[in-house]
């Protein structure tokens, strides 16, 4: 490996992202106990701009590991940075021989799903991630496994035309959402936002517009539990990621690499629970 630079690149979609700024909140105290930096690597999301960054950080040696927030990385890559000694950690996401830190997205969505089932909900939508191509986060993938499964537990019809896909996790994509879904006259007496809680407050918002009552007309579900959630009008309810808590292992997981106390070649999977939380809006 090449002379340690004591520096930790940290890559990302959207820093502005709630779920990744708190994410970051992990990250952060650990640089106030030294030795080592951070320096951030926003990407736009095209796949050739996120690999072209990767590979910058790699062949300028510009850290001694690379932590990824929900950007994938393909194999051939992963391998060129073991190969210089180089760890990488994911969190939300999977890559064959690559250390992940990520929360238990079957379960979390699981739950959810069973709950809105419980209180008597019998067309549930969803709003999920995009299926881009074979790098799709995993996250997106899981949280569909869940959500299926519960319906089909609970003997309910599987309903592919009622889960929608976006691209960004925004609130401008749930107010979207929620427009085509009344525009198809979809019928749904509930709404579980697995792509995220800003996202079910552009849901929200929308359905409030239309004059539709939260929970009483629809129930709207988030994922992620960040700050704002229990703030917002209906109170949110949502699955809970310790975020936080994310962050801080991934930091952690990296220096232990660095160290050589994780070899790089061993593949470490850090899997944290969610946890329910009920408010108001479902």
Known sequence: MAEAMHTIAVVSKLFSNFFVHEVLQGIEPHLFKGPYEVNYYP???RIDVEKDMLKTILYEKRADAVISISVPMDEELLQAYKNSGIPVIFIEESCEGGHTVKV???????IATE????????????LAGEFLDKRTNSMVIERLIGYRKAI??????????????????????????????????????????????LC??????????????????????????????????????????????????AFEL?????????????????????????????
């Open 43 to 45: 990407t736009t999301g």
């Open 104 to 110: 238990d997205n079957v379960k979390g969505s699981y």
């Open 115 to 126: 709950y809105l089932i419980k209180k008597g909900h019998k067309k549930i939508g969803v």
């Open 152 to 197: 089909e537990d609970y003997g309910m019809t599987l309903n592919e035309s009622i889960i929608k896909h976006v691209a960004y996790y925004s609130f401008e994509e749930g107010r979207q959402k929620v427009r085509e879904f009344l525009s198809e006259k979809a019928g749904l007496d509930a709404v579980f936002c697995a792509a995220g809680d």
């Open 200 to 249: 079910a407050m552009g849901v929200i918002e929308e359905l409030r517009e239309n004059h539709i009552k939260i929970p009483d007309d629809i129930s709207v579900v988030g994922y992620d539990d960040i700050m704002t959630a229990q703030y917002y009008k209906p109170a949110l309810t949502t699955v809970k990621q310790p975020l936080e808590e994310m962050g801080s292992d």
């Open 254 to 282: 990296a220096v232990k690499c660095i160290s050589g106390e994780v070899k790089i070649d061993e593949h470490r999977l850090i899997i944290l629970d969610p946890k329910f939380i009920i408010r108001k809006s479902a």
